[in-house]
């Protein structure tokens, strides 16, 4: 039997969320039902509801910051039981069979990885995300969360988290080398949390000093405000890694000129408008442009792993749903650059 669970739901472009009845499909064999305790709201939610991409297929329940446990296991099931501490991040399922799924990169599946929203499933429905009490997940696609992190401060890792070490991962992030983190958000201050464990000297660039103190926390040693002319000259040529992290249209030269020779940028910030560079500013120093999504399931439990060696979660700010326009007013509050560092929902006050 399928079961009926709370959501939050946004009906069309701009309209405020509402309190919903939710379906979940019955258990297949390789199904697992996951409780859900906390869902972050990663900007990319935003970007989605508010259609800012395009291709946003209402009415939408965003979340991709899934923690909770596991209420019921299907029959096949062999990875989790009854009362685990699991998580869910943007993928819910993958081919398997293509070469990118064998890879441990889901994400790029041939035959097109199912999304955590806003994504159609392999048999039509459409994909429901984490502002909900319940959700229903093949095992394949759920991650363990060690019992180092709390469930709300790993929330965010599930999306955040692995967005900014996979790229610090790939791009030798490490002893000796100096990261550049642009935009003090929530992927951006987990990406200073990741880089700095992982044993760089990390830098922040943001718009103004306001975060300046909360960055040094966080494992900055060095706070760049970008409106600093000054500041930003004495940086040209310093970084052998910088992590984009900012959610709005950027002027890639100048973060391109902070590089030192071979030095690569990595775009994870999405705003929906192209980039500009120009050739010259890639040539002169032999550097890289380039860009990184999410990560591989394998990654992705690789990260929550790290982080719980570490000490890491996320810093959260914790939501009640039970008055919905409080989610309204977290959206617009994230696009503002107010939220230190992540909104986490807790899925308990979704009124009934
Ligand atoms: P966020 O919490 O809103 O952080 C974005 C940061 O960008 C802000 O904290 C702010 O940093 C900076 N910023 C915002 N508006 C700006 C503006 N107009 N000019 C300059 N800087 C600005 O967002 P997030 O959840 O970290 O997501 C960041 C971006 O990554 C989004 O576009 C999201 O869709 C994308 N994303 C990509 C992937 C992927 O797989 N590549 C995964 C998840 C998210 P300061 O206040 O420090 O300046
Ligand atoms: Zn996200």
């Known amino acids: 039997m399928p079961t009926t669970t709370r959501a939050l739901s946004v009906p069309s472009a701009g309209a405020p969320f509402e309190a919903v009845d939710l379906e979940r499909r019955d258990l297949r064999d390789d199904d697992v039902r996951i409780d859900v305790a906390f869902a972050g709201i990663c900007h990319s939610d935003i970007h989605t509801v508010r259609d800012e991409w395009g291709a946003a297929h209402y009415p939408i329940v965003t979340g991709h910051e899934i923690a909770g446990t596991v209420s019921a296991v299907g029959d096949g099931v062999t990875k989790y039981k009854v009362g685990d501490r699991v998580g869910v991040g ?25 999304g955590t929203y806003n994504s159609q499933n392999y048999d039509g429905e459409w994909a429901a995300g984490g502002y909900s009490q319940q959700i229903v997940v093949t095992e394949r696609m759920v991650l363990r969360i060690p019992d180092g992190i709390e469930l709300d401060e790993a929330a965010p890792l599930l999306c955040a988290g692995i967005t900014t070490y996979s790229p610090l991962r790939r791009w030798g992030a490490g002893p000796g080398k100096k990261v550049a983190v642009v935009g003090v958000g929530g992927l951006g201050h987990m990406a200073v949390k990741l880089a700095a464990a992982m044993g760089a000297e990390v830098s922040t660039l943001s718009r103004s000093s306001a975060k300046a103190d909360d960055a040094k926390a966080l494992g900055s040693s060095n706070h760049i405000a970008t409106s600093d002319d000054d500041a930003m000259k004495a940086a040209k040529g310093s970084f052998d890694l910088i992590i984009n992290t900012v959610s709005a249209d950027l002027d890639m030269e100048t973060y391109v000129r902070l590089l030192r020779p071979n030095g690569a ?54 939501l009640d749903a039970s008055d919905t326009t409080t989610i309204d007013a977290a959206y617009d509050e994230v696009v503002a650059g107010k939220v230190r560092y992540r909104y986490v929902i807790d899925t308990s006050t979704i009124p009934a």
């Open 265 to 318: 940028l990595v775009n994870v910030g999405l705003p929906p408008n192209k980039l500009s560079v120009n050739p010259g500013a890639l040539i002169g120093g032999n550097k890289v442009l380039t860009g990184s999504n999410i990560g591989g399931i394998g990654e992705t439990q690789e990260m929550l792993d790290f982080c719980a060696e570490h000490g890491l979660g996320a810093t959260i700010e914790t």
């Open 90 to 114: 943007c993928l819910v399922d993958s081919c398997t069979e293509c070469e990118n799924c064998k890879n441990g990169q889901e994400m790029f599946c041939s035959n097109g990885s199912v």
